[in-house]
């Protein structure tokens, strides 16, 4: 800014009069008339000035680093060069809706004091939000004249009772250790967007349709898909804007926790599931040490038989499946079965030559002519599968064949094991109600 204009009246809080401070800003801004972005660094605009009067549409930029602002209106502004908001301060309404910014938008550590209006903003190369604090903040619609997702930076940024609305974020957008207290989240994609020690997660809205990426049929936040795509990430964000290093699985944990809470919180029981399938998820997989890798391997099967409580049908069918299955090698292989000697005639069609009465002999049920032999050899079957799979053993019951004696063994252990799984299935999805 030419040194020849006073200081005095631009740059401090000591005025002289609206109209002095008018005139000094139009002589400078006819000074810079032929450059492409207007400087007004630094300036401290009076509380009764409107900076949407200024006659500034000839320029293409802004840099209003430090620039302190009352009312201002930069609504409908195509800015073709760069616009440098570092360190603004916005004492009153700012609007930038409809405004168009082409080149990627600085507003580090500005602060935005009272509303501030992002409707219909375009962010053709991103936006850069690093240490910003807003109040009342309302971004919504980004892009639409763009058609493309837009790229913000949020990491470490306040955003007190700030709105997000029909918003598709880019992949690597970042709430990073930004305080998202009383944040809403309406009609937006969050597929891409990174929350890695952002504060208030828990205390946040997301007003349905949220939609989050998918991991076959579980969703996910884009911090677990960051672990395994740190190089494309960093290449995302550029290396000028400050940036926490890969995430640990404990951190992604504590997302997936956080997001479970608040939609548990709202009700939401059916989405609250795929994020405790996503923290469980992370301790799974983040298992260290001999203790770690124990309980790992042990939540592997939890997650195979039950889908970490999930999916309680999941659970239900492979206890079943150990019961059938069991069952059927049973009556494949044969097995005895002790018999009072009242039952002697029940038994008579089945007993082998040279066993003694009171014992029945089940065999192979092909074999067998009369479907009156089927049905009895299946109850037995299924009770001895039962009672097998509830630890109680055979009883009265023996196996004819090795392949009997290793399904027993097997069903004494998948049996309490599946059994399990769904008990615990049962009792995640009650505790909800």
Not at 49 to 54: C, D, E, I, L, R
Not at 98 to 121: G, L, M
Not at 365 to 380: D, F, I, S, V, Y
Request: charged share 25%; proline share 3%; hydrophobic share 40%.
């Amino acid at each position: 800014m030419d040194k020849s204009i006073s200081y005095c009246v631009l740059h401090t809080k000591e005025r002289k009069g609206l109209r002095a401070f008018r005139n000094t800003l139009e002589q400078e801004i006819e000074l810079q008339r032929e450059n492409k972005i207007l400087n007004l660094d630094r300036i401290v605009f009076p509380a009764s000035f409107h900076f949407s009067n200024v006659l500034w549409e000839s320029f293409e930029g802004i840099s209003a680093r430090g620039t302190v602002f009352h009312t201002a209106n930069f609504n409908k502004k195509v800015f073709k060069s760069k616009a440098d908001f570092r360190n603004a301060r916005f004492k009153g309404i700012v609007e930038f809706s409809d405004a168009q910014f082409e080149i990627k938008t600085d507003f580090r550590r500005a602060v935005f004091e009272a509303e501030s209006n992002f409707e219909k903003t375009n962010f053709y190369q991103g936006a850069d939000f690093y240490k910003a604090t807003f109040f009342e903040a309302e971004f919504i619609s980004l892009n639409k004249e763009a058609g493309s997702k837009p790229q913000l930076n949020f990491t470490r940024a306040k955003l007190a009772e700030s709105y997000f609305s029909d918003i598709k974020f880019a992949w690597g957008t970042t709430f990073e250790l930004a305080n998202l207290t009383r944040t809403e989240f309406y009609k937006c994609d969050v597929s891409g967007v990174l929350w890695a020690n952002s504060r208030g997660l828990e205390k946040c809205q997301f007003s349905n349709p949220i939609k989050f990426k998918k991991l076959g049929h579980w969703r996910i936040v884009a911090d677990q898909e960051r672990l395994l795509r740190e190089d494309e990430y960093m290449k995302l964000v550029g290396e000028e804007i400050e940036q926490s290093p890969k995430p640990p699985y404990e951190t992604v944990q504590r997302i997936y926790r956080e997001l479970k809470v608040n939609y548990e919180s709202h009700k939401n029981f059916p989405d609250a599931g795929h994020f405790h399938y996503g923290e469980m998820e992370m301790i799974r997989l983040g298992g260290k040490g001999k203790l770690n890798k124990v309980n790992s391997f042990l939540l592997s099967w939890y997650k195979g038989l039950s889908a970490y409580g999930e999916r309680v049908g999941l659970a239900l069918i492979w206890f079943l499946l150990v019961l059938l299955l069991g069952a059927a090698l049973y009556m494949w292989q044969g097995f005895t079965i002790n018999m009072p000697p009242r039952h002697a005639d029940y038994v008579a069609q089945r007993v082998i030559d040279n066993e003694p009465r009171e014992k029945a002999i089940f065999l192979n049920p092909l074999k067998m002519k009369e479907l009156r032999h089927w049905t009895q050899t299946a109850g037995h079957s299924a009770a001895l599968s039962i009672r097998t799979s509830f630890l109680r053993g055979g009883g009265t019951s023996k196996s004819l064949s090795p392949y009997s004696s290793i399904m027993m063994f097997l069903q004494s252990l998948f049996g309490p094991l599946t059994f399990g799984a769904l008990v615990l299935a049962i009792r995640r999805q009650l505790r909800r109600n």
